[in-house]
């Protein structure tokens, strides 16, 4: 607690994680696939003769380790940096309680990067036997840095009750295994299984689009409907094991994906109807093109195809990260810990004891101490999910409200009553009476609704 706040004006710090998390989304996913393709590719040249394709491959390798080794390091250490940033504690709760499983997945990615750098400049250089066995050694790390990671992850969404139990008691690390291997844990290692396949093909389309159709046509196009191939799992499995994993994502989660149908508000998630069908469309689409491009006339696939195919899968997989980010709201925990760093188990102590009382390291620029409360209120609890301005914007969200309405709106969060419509996507408001009135004389102000401001010495009673 009484972690500075992170304020990123106009998009939110949440969109800062999710530019470079859907990056490194695209990057590290290849990085595990893109591997198993490398040895299975090698292996098929080899006991096939097919040492025309070694070439490519080679090459295909020296852009592999350039993406994974340099982007999908970068990147990873840049979602470090963003989540530490945005939910210092919820990042604190995930170091605490795997501070093995972490150990180990940095072993993995040493071997990683290692075997990545040896595989590329040993082709030719020792046997091919040797080689390949460099080759499965990567592969084999890379996939291990996803099953560890996949525990973590899920976590998120899914701590599952056994570790519920002792949240908060000091007993958390005893239930490792219990949250490692949590509901979601298998239906997500399976499907982001089938997507690093996929992306795998994606990446591997790319750089075999690039070879001389005209002068080598035969080669070109057994690389390119080889790795076409590579997308076909994922399409096929996808819509079965998405259905395993939303089963087991608690039914108060699963509703939130059907509010952008039953529920259309003024833009109240119809991000997320919209999101289901880029999803959709986008890999409709990528059927077509691999189908009727890559499959039929592979000797023509072009970078340009090969590109769009690219975009259409960044595209599926951001759209695919937004809707797993929302399933989780409000939590950064699953019901454990909101998404602005408040525990459930603490929220009568806030309400007794005052929620500033705890966060007091942000001074205001404001000469007005009740503003300065209100925004100090506003940015610890509310700004994880709204900015002032543009994304989720409150002055957008707040317009129509007069100072009562604004009161009103606050005691509904606050009550949190199990009928209020907010409680599935927002967490409860805490603080005592007064620090939830210079919220609201805050929001007021901020939408230009406070007529008579509080006086500029007044002091406020915790
Ligand atoms: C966990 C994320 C999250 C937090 C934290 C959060 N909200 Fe929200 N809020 C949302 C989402 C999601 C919506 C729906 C957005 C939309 O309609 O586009 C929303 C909608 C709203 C609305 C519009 C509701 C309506 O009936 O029109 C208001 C007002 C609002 N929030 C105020 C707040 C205030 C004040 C706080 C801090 C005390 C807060 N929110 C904290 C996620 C959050």
Redesign the pocket.
């Known amino acids: 607690m009484n972690y500075p706040f992170w304020d990123v004006p106009h998009i939110g710090s949440g969109w800062v994680i999710g530019m470079i998390a859907i990056f490194h989304v695209m990057i590290s996913h290849f990085a595990v696939g893109g591997g198993l393709y490398l040895v299975l590719a090698e292996r098929k040249a080899l006991r096939e003769g097919r040492r025309d394709w070694m070439e490519t491959l080679r090459g295909h390798s020296k852009f592999f380790l350039v993406l994974t080794g340099v982007f999908g390091a970068v990147s990873g250490v840049g979602i470090w940096f963003s989540i530490g940033l945005a939910h210092p504690e919820a990042t604190s709760t995930l170091i605490h309680n795997f501070v093995f499983g972490w150990a180990i997945e940095w072993v993995f990615f040493l071997v990683e990067l290692a075997t990545a750098a040896v595989y590329y400049y040993t082709w030719g250089r020792v046997s091919d036997e040797l080689h390949l066995k460099v080759g499965w050694l990567y592969a084999g790390a890379s996939i291990l840095t996803l099953v560890i990671i996949n525990g973590i992850l899920t976590f998120m969404l899914t701590p599952g009750e056994p570790w519920l139990q002792v949240a908060g008691t000091g007993h958390e690390a005893s239930r490792f295994w219990q949250a490692f291997f949590n509901p979601t844990y298998w239906p997500s290692l399976f499907l982001r299984t089938v997507v690093c396949v996929a992306l795998a093909g994606v990446w591997a389309l790319v750089t075999c689009s690039r070879m001389d159709g005209e002068r080598q046509p035969k080669v070109k196009a057994a690389l390119i409907r080889w790795s076409a191939r590579w997308l076909l799992p994922a399409f096929l499995l996808m819509p079965l094991l998405l259905g395993w994993y939303l089963w087991m994502v608690p039914e108060s989660q699963r509703v939130l994906l059907q509010l952008g149908i039953t529920t259309i508000?003024t833009?109240?998630?119809t991000q997320v109807t919209r999101v289901v069908l880029i999803i959709v469309m986008t890999s409709a689409t990528i059927v077509g093109v691999v189908y009727f491009f890559a499959w039929r006339s592979p000797a023509d696939f072009s970078t340009a195809h090969a590109v769009a195919v690219l975009f259409l899968a960044l595209c599926a997989t951001g759209s695919t990260e937004y809707a797993r980010e929302t399933l989780r709201?409000?939590y950064v925990i699953g019901r454990h810990m909101?998404?602005?760093g408040v525990r459930k188990a603490d929220v009568a102590r806030y309400n007794e004891q005052g929620y500033l009382t705890h966060h007091k390291l942000w001074v205001s620029a404001t000469g007005n101490p009740v503003l300065a409360e209100g925004e100090a209120m506003?940015r610890g609890?509310?700004m994880?999910?709204?900015t002032r301005d543009v994304y989720?914007p409150?002055k957008t969200?707040?317009a129509g409200r007069n100072r009562e309405g604004i009161s009103n709106?606050?005691a509904m969060?606050h009550d949190y009553k199990p009928d209020s419509p907010y409680r599935a996507?927002?967490?409860p408001?805490v603080g005592t009476t007064n620090e939830i009135r210079a919220l609201g004389d805050y929001?007021a102000n901020l939408t230009g609704m406070l007529t008579n401001a509080p006086a500029a010495g007044a002091v406020v009673k915790k």
């Open positions: 508000g833009g109240a998630f709201k409000p909101f998404s602005n506003f609890q509310c994880n999910c709204h989720r409150i969200l707040l709106l606050l969060l996507f927002m967490p408001l929001l």
